[in-house]
């Protein structure tokens, strides 16, 4: 039997294998270019790309490709072979520097937001050697990023990276003015926890709306759901314990540290979490996470959906974004150690995050806007639509000392004794966690809650990134005039907990008196994507992100115009699958078991026998199918018509104000009518089936 630390990573041209391949100095120089995030001399890149064939071919791959992350929220990749041909009619296996460094995809296909036409085709992709190359499908993968020809960013990695150099320039002035002189560099980190449902291929085959859409359009809840709380960290069924061991292995080839995986609230869902690595790494094994999650599900039967919102009244899928900040020396900004009081790293961090949350609550709502994920915030089953952040309640009263100058006693951890003596002592967290928050503090990281689970985690990142190396630039210029630093940090965090408190909330997000009392405090609740994006465009955030060079205003422009387009393609493909499935589906399974309930109540007629129930019945069918078809019809009328919109907002509002309405509306009438029909003559497989059949 293979042992996990035997194969990890044997697929990922990592630094034991750049150290055992590469000449040393070619080593040391790209290590420390890894390390130190400097650019890299490509006078060494012939020197890196010949090992890296070599190694590849070596393994058994015949292409490469450079793999990246463009705007439709998957990755993309070209492959092309190592082979050149020779005089004589032979070939040579080659890969040379330049392929290593640059590619040239056809940027016109991808979205732009109108950044290139159509007719401008050319882009390029370019190495990051920050990430490892691997190797998937007999081909070496090449981790890049994506532009334009004129520059623009048209990927996801190409502004992450931007956020991270930037928020690492003003945490390291930071750093340097509180004494840390040994650190050169700083690192965001990321531990992203991937939540998925499974169904059985069969049943998926024959469901339309989850072939097309990701998610049911349709479906009545069968008698049990989730509410006797019996599935979450249950025994993982036979099937899905063999589907888990397979993904690890493939995974940990890659390199990616899947850590923990179990059953989640909801039947057929479950989550993997790995151990939390560097922000654009992260990001990277998050997407080939993703990607071989649905590879694996299909060698065992069954296919994994990613969509936020899979079932109607059941709960979601998130990815929990656990976001967190070191030093290349190994400290955590966010650690608060033995005596938090006086860790004025801590107390520093944890004010800039709650002023930069704060501050730009609509940034967060907008990182998280899609069509899919509108389904799931705001439900009691994930965070609401308002940003909050939980800190509880003992380092809330630490903040609360700081600013009003008291002394703080720092909590000793309650050792906790349960009543059997068998069971060993242990300590107690100083804080609890809150689950209906969605920006918490969990120890030694915060944890981003509404981030939708078919998302990339770049977008989120980028925000968080950004908008925190803008108040830790503020502080940086404060901390390098100030003639007492302690004094200085004291008043930085008097005037964050009196000017930005309204954001921190350690209750229950869920309830109805946290949205009241959250408006009082005048937070934002953009409840869905046409409500939050258009904010992205404002002057404020446009400066924002051209002070830090992480996007500059025709990126911006442009990702709005791509985010509305997909979300008014996504619920215009929702919809006409509806109508498809009504039309050819629903209405006439209802119109033949009106017929079997019409010839019932005729033969019970004949014989003077009582036909009330049939009646009954037939009456409330015919009901369910008149509406059935009137809605049809105005929905396609309501498609028509918001296709010819030719402004985007415009067509994204009439997508969800009408279109959903009408959606919703239909999907009524479906359930009850499916209520009544039996199961064998129902044209799609139940919610029953779907949930509870692997």
């Given at each position: 039997?293979?042992?996990?630390?035997?194969?990890?990573?044997?697929?990922?041209?990592?630094?034991?294998?750049?150290?055992?391949?590469?000449?040393?100095?070619?080593?040391?120089?790209?290590?420390?270019?890894?390390?130190?995030?400097?650019?890299?001399?490509?006078?060494?890149?012939?020197?890196?790309?010949?090992?890296?064939?070599?190694?590849?071919?070596?393994?058994?791959?015949?292409?490469?490709?450079?793999?990246?992350?463009p705007l439709t929220g998957i990755t993309a990749e070209k492959h092309d072979g190592f082979i050149s041909p020779t005089e004589d009619g032979h070939i040579i296996m080659e890969f040379s520097g330049k392929e290593l460094i640059k590619g040239e995809p056809d940027a016109s296909s991808f979205p732009s937001g109108g950044l290139r036409a159509t007719f401008e085709a050319r882009g390029y992709t370019a190495w990051d050697p920050s990430s490892y190359a691997f190797i998937k499908d007999e081909t070496l993968c090449i981790p890049t990023a994506f532009c334009s020809y004129s520059g623009e960013a048209l990927d996801q990695k190409t502004p992450l990276l931007r956020s991270m150099e930037a928020v690492n320039k003003q945490a390291l002035r930071i750093v340097k003015a509180l004494g840390f002189d040994d650190v050169k560099r700083?690192?965001?980190?990321?531990?992203?926890?991937?939540?998925?449902?499974?169904?059985?291929?069969?049943?998926?085959?024959?469901?339309?709306?989850?072939?097309?859409?990701?998610?049911?359009?349709?479906?009545?809840?069968?008698?049990?759901?989730?509410?006797?709380?019996?599935?979450?960290?249950?025994?993982?069924?036979?099937?899905?314990?063999?589907?888990?061991?397979?993904?690890?292995?493939?995974?940990?080839?890659?390199?990616?540290?899947?850590?923990?995986?179990?059953?989640?609230?909801?039947?057929?869902?479950?989550?993997?979490?790995?151990?939390?690595?560097?922000?654009?790494?992260?990001?990277?094994?998050?997407?080939?996470?993703?990607?071989?999650?649905?590879?694996t599900a299909l060698r065992h039967g069954l296919v994994c959906l990613l969509h936020e919102k899979p079932y109607d009244r059941v709960n979601g899928s998130g990815k929990h974004n656990n976001w967190s900040i070191s030093t290349d020396t190994g400290v955590n900004f966010l650690k608060a150690g033995k005596n938090p009081a006086d860790n004025k790293l801590f107390i520093l961090t944890m004010a800039a995050v709650i002023e930069a949350v704060d501050k730009h609550q609509d940034l967060l709502r907008i990182a998280v806007a899609t069509a899919g994920n509108d389904h799931r915030l705001g439900g009691h089953e994930a965070p609401p639509a308002i940003i909050s952040i939980?800190?509880?309640?003992?380092?809330?009263?630490?903040?609360?000392?700081?600013?009003?100058?008291?002394?703080?006693?720092?909590?000793?951890?309650?050792?906790?004794?349960?009543?059997?003596?068998?069971?060993?002592?242990?300590?107690?967290?100083?804080?609890?966690?809150?689950?209906?928050?969605?920006?918490?503090?969990?120890?030694?990281?915060?944890?981003?809650?509404?981030?939708?689970?078919?998302?990339?985690?770049?977008?989120?990142?980028?925000?968080?990134?950004?908008?925190?190396?803008?108040?830790?630039?503020?502080?940086?210029?404060?901390?390098?005039?100030?003639?007492?630093?302690?004094?200085?940090?004291?008043?930085?965090?008097?005037?964050?907990?009196?000017?930005?408190?309204?954001?921190?909330?350690?209750?229950?997000?869920?309830?109805?008196?946290?949205?009241?009392?959250?408006?009082?405090?005048?937070?934002?609740?953009?409840?869905?994507?046409?409500?939050?994006?258009?904010?992205?465009?404002?002057?404020?955030?446009?400066?924002?992100?051209?002070?830090?060079?992480?996007?500059?205003?025709?990126?911006?422009?442009?990702?709005?115009?791509?985010?509305?387009?997909?979300y008014t393609k996504v619920i215009h493909i929702e919809a006409l699958t509806l109508l498809d499935m009504i039309n050819r589906g629903v209405i006439p399974a209802i119109t033949r078991y009106s017929n079997i309930l019409c010839e019932t109540i005729n033969n019970k007629n004949s014989i003077r026998v009582d036909s009330s129930v049939e009646s009954e019945l037939l009456s409330r069918l015919t009901a369910a199918n008149k509406e059935l078809f009137s809605l049809s019809s105005a929905l396609k009328m309501a498609v028509a018509s918001s296709e010819r919109e030719k402004d985007i907002l415009k067509k994204a509002t009439e997508y969800h104000d009408t279109i959903l309405k009408l959606m919703a509306d239909i999907r009524k009438y479906s359930d009850s009518a499916e209520s009544v029909v039996p199961e064998s003559d129902w044209p799609y497989p139940s919610y029953g089936d779907l949930l509870f059949k692997i």
């Open positions: 039997m293979e042992k996990v630390y035997e194969f990890f990573g044997t697929n990922v041209f990592n630094d034991s294998v750049m150290k055992e391949r590469l000449p040393a100095d070619t080593y040391e120089i790209l290590k420390s270019s890894i390390k130190e995030g400097k650019g890299l001399d490509s006078g060494i890149a012939d020197t890196v790309a010949s090992a890296m064939k070599d190694w590849a071919i070596e393994k058994g791959a015949t292409h490469f490709t450079h793999w990246f992350q700083t690192t965001t980190t990321v531990g992203p926890e991937q939540e998925y449902f499974l169904v059985d291929k069969t049943l998926y085959d024959k469901r339309p709306d989850l072939i097309y859409c990701g998610r049911t359009l349709i479906g009545s809840m069968p008698p049990k759901g989730q509410e006797m709380d019996d599935h979450y960290f249950g025994v993982l069924k036979p099937r899905v314990a063999a589907f888990m061991r397979e993904l690890d292995k493939e995974l940990w080839r890659l390199g990616v540290l899947a850590k923990t995986e179990h059953n989640e609230a909801a039947p057929s869902q479950h989550e993997l979490a790995p151990i939390f690595t560097t922000t654009n790494i992260a990001a990277d094994h998050n997407q080939l996470t993703m990607e071989f999650m649905k590879k939980f800190l509880g309640e003992e380092l809330t009263d630490l903040l609360n000392s700081v600013a009003n100058g008291n002394h703080h006693d720092n909590a000793k951890r309650v050792k906790m004794k349960i009543a059997a003596e068998i069971i060993p002592e242990f300590k107690k967290d100083n804080a609890d966690r809150n689950r209906t928050s969605p920006f918490a503090f969990t120890g030694n990281k915060f944890e981003f809650r509404m981030l939708g689970s078919a998302s990339s985690i770049s977008d989120t990142n980028v925000m968080i990134n950004t908008m925190v190396a803008d108040v830790f630039q503020h502080y940086a210029d404060r901390l390098e005039k100030a003639e007492d630093i302690s004094a200085e940090i004291n008043l930085i965090v008097k005037e964050v907990m009196e000017n930005h408190k309204r954001i921190i909330f350690n209750g229950d997000g869920y309830s109805a008196e946290w949205e009241a009392e959250a408006e009082k405090r005048g937070l934002l609740n953009l409840r869905s994507t046409v409500d939050a994006l258009p904010l992205l465009k404002t002057e404020e955030n446009i400066a924002l992100f051209e002070r830090h060079g992480v996007l500059n205003r025709a990126e911006i422009n442009s990702r709005v115009d791509i985010i509305l387009e997909n």
